[in-house]
């Protein structure tokens, strides 16, 4: 069996001593035996995990997608001058270059309606790309504001263990990988 999972830093495991170790992705993978093929990013926008979905990945070499939206406002553009990735992930609190335009774009061009109405996009595109491709789809979130339905909210304090910096500790990426185990279990998510 394989997993793909993408994110941003929740789903990264930012704030773990060792994250590819211990983030529940693969806590996740390590209790049903299955590989995972995690490629979340600290920062990372709404528009770059779809984009890895649609364009740098083929869902239907999986059978399992577990895949985080992040905080509306996240944006990212291309950038030729900043190889190998040349793609730069951007929000209110990260501004890699150009910190006038950015301020400029962030106080009077970004609005609360366009983040929204960009996730709802992100979100639906999500659903029907995995749903069309037959692949079991567990769409998690970060973003404790949002008025969608999620499978889990991961900015949950209360079940999800925190670390300094708000994101889930060791204890929160066991919960995490223990709720999906059973969402995946009881809802039949495995591929036949």
Request: proline letters at 5%.
């Amino acid at each position: 069996m394989k997993i793909y999972v993408d994110g941003c830093s929740y789903t990264y495991g930012q704030e773990l001593k060792d994250p590819k170790k211990t983030r529940y992705s693969t806590l996740l993978g390590n209790k049903i035996g299955a590989e995972v093929y995690n490629i979340a990013r600290c920062s990372a926008s709404n528009a770059r995990i779809v984009r890895n979905l649609l364009v740098e990945n083929d869902i239907t070499k999986y059978d399992l997608a577990i895949i985080q939206l992040s905080f509306p406002e996240r944006l990212e553009y291309f950038d030729p001058q900043r190889p190998p990735d040349y793609w730069t992930n951007v929000s209110i609190h990260t501004q890699p270059t150009n910190k006038e335009f950015w301020n400029h774009y962030y106080k009077e061009i970004y609005q609360e309606q366009y983040g929204r109405t960009y996730e709802q996009i992100a979100y639906t595109t999500i659903k029907n790309h995995c749903k069309v491709n037959n692949v079991p789809l567990a769409l998690l979130t970060c973003d404790d504001s949002t008025p969608l339905e999620y499978t889990l909210q991961l900015n949950n304090g209360k079940r999800y263990a925190k670390a300094k910096h708000r994101h889930p500790n060791e204890l929160g990426h066991m919960r995490i990988a223990l709720d999906l185990m059973f969402i995946i279990k009881t809802a039949k998510m495995f591929k036949n």
